[in-house]
């Protein structure tokens, strides 16, 4: 039995509001934090966090991951310092594309300027392990450091290859998550030029009409330790991660494969590594894009996956209210999953209203729903006295073919 | 065409430049050390473009390795701009 790894804080800045409990208040509310097309964190200020020299020296994809650290660190009980030496805390957080914002207007700077003129902060400003890089200098976390790129699998592929380091014995401790914020003139113009973001402007996963995903800007954050030390410093845990699966489909640059082999694989490994059977779930947090092949292609997936379970269970895509937030979307949607799972609720899928064919699971189109095994019985009817804990997936799944799952636990 | 450079004006261009990086505008003063108003190497490469912005004056190297206080930089700015 590997070694069990607890969750004691997360943190979320997201289009909904700072804070990961506004995420999932408002998700279930029902409110959007899209406007006109984007979804871009409006409340977040970075001087609430850093001061004006801090700011100035990080990308705005660094400032989200400094706030959503902040709330994690907070929760964690790690305010007045750290529990563990600060060379067995580590610090892993993915993003897609990084400082994008910074290259763009350092590239506009060269056109117009010149080379000379280009500033030091360049560097790291757009690196796209500022993220870790920052947040690990902000605490002091002196073990393992680095950042994730895997495009939107990034955050959950980030927050597994944590957990492993738990495991790994090397340290006592990770912050991990993702953070983006990508909503730049080039990448909108890339992503719109693919075809991938939506052209009309709405998020609505799963549904007929969806036509592509809204892009979004955020972070997620969580402190990871395993499990005895957390038990020895007497900490209360807010989830645990059971499990953590991540393949490749090798199938193509940006589509993935139609029959969901790859993602399907990786839901399966994350479920393995759980020791969970598809009756002991009770939650899908799904990747749900919005684009045309993603919420197909997962939805085979799922039922790949999971088998006849795959009907029974809630499914529902955070995307439907925030976007998509890209490398910073897997940590964002474990904040919400586990916090889902604390409050024993699925929120809905937000706006899904037309059903298309072979798009059949339960969608949770409804508005939130109590999650139905509260009490520890599975839904498929076999009492399971030893769990007082809510079960789920998270997915994420990348551009290039990354699939990344997250099983998620929550009492 | 850069203008010269005097006492006053590289005070002036240099104090707006440590504001700029992030420097307390209450503790900068000629005496005030690069360390004391916490201003690094990259701050200071920021300086230095921000003055041959303003007025032609080149910054390298040793140049700046050794200054330690903003007097020293106003000086500088001004002798090699005369």
């Known amino acids: ?411 | 065409m850069k203008v010269k450079a005097s006492p006053e004006s590289a005070e002036k261009v240099i104090t707006e430049g440590l504001i700029e990086v992030g420097a307390e505008p209450a503790e900068i003063n000629r005496d005030a050390t690069f360390e004391s108003l916490d201003v690094d190497s990259l701050d200071l490469v920021e300086i230095a473009q921000i003055v041959e912005d303003e007025f032609g004056v080149e910054l390298v190297g040793d140049d700046v390795q050794n200054l330690k206080t903003v007097g020293d930089v106003i000086d500088l700015v001004v002798a090699k701009s005369a």
């Open chain 1, 1 to 411: 039995m590997s070694e069990r790894v607890v969750v004691t804080g997360t943190g979320a800045v997201t289009p909904l509001g700072v804070g990961g409990a506004t995420l999932l208040d408002r998700w279930c509310e029902g409110a959007t934090g899209i406007e006109g097309g984007v979804a871009a964190c409006r409340d977040f200020d970075p001087l609430d966090f850093l001061s004006r020299k801090e700011a100035r020296r990080a990308d705005r994809f660094t400032q989200l991951a400094i706030a959503a650290a902040e709330e994690a660190i907070a929760e964690a009980g790690w305010g007045e310092g750290l529990p563990y030496p600060p060379e067995r805390i580590g610090c892993v957080i993915g993003t897609g594309i990084g400082g994008i914002g910074s290259l763009e207007s350092q590239g506009q700077v060269l056109r117009e300027k010149g080379a000379k003129a280009v500033s030091p902060l360049a560097v790291p400003l757009m690196m796209g392990n500022a993220g870790a890089a920052a947040v690990a200098m902000r605490y002091g976390l002196k073990g393992e450091s680095f950042g994730v790129v895997s495009a939107c699998a990034a955050g959950a592929n980030a927050i597994g290859t944590a957990v492993r380091l738990v495991r790994s014995g090397q340290v006592d401790a990770v912050l991990t998550g993702g953070s983006e914020s990508a909503m730049t003139g080039i990448a909108m113009a890339a992503f719109a030029s693919m075809g991938a973001t939506s052209p009309t402007g709405i998020s609505r996963p799963f549904d007929a009409r969806r036509d592509g995903f809204v892009m979004g800007e955020g972070a997620g954050v969580l402190v990871i330790e395993s499990a005895a030390a957390a038990e020895r410093r007497g900490a209360r845990g807010v989830g645990e991660i059971l499990g953590y699966g991540a393949t490749c489909d090798a199938h193509h640059l940006t589509a993935p494969d139609p029959d969901g082999e790859g993602s399907a694989r990786a839901i399966e490994l994350a479920l393995a590594d759980a020791g969970v059977t598809a009756g002991q779930l009770d939650y899908v947090n799904a990747h749900g894009t919005s684009t045309p092949l993603n919420d197909r292609s997962e939805t085979e997936a799922l039922k790949r996956a999971l088998g006849t379970r795959a009907g029974e269970i809630p499914v529902s895509s955070t995307k439907s209210v925030i976007g998509h937030l890209m490398g910073a979307a897997g940590a964002v949607e474990a904040v919400a999953t586990i916090k889902s799972l604390g409050r024993a609720v699925a929120p809905p899928t937000v706006g899904w209203e037309q059903a298309e064919e072979g798009l059949d699971l339960d969608y949770v189109p409804d508005g939130p729903r109590p999650l139905a095994t509260i009490g520890g019985v599975a839904l498929d009817g076999a009492p399971d006295a030893a769990r007082s804990s809510r079960i789920a997936i998270s997915n994420s799944f990348g551009f290039g073919g990354h699939n990344a799952v997250l099983c998620l636990a929550a009492t």
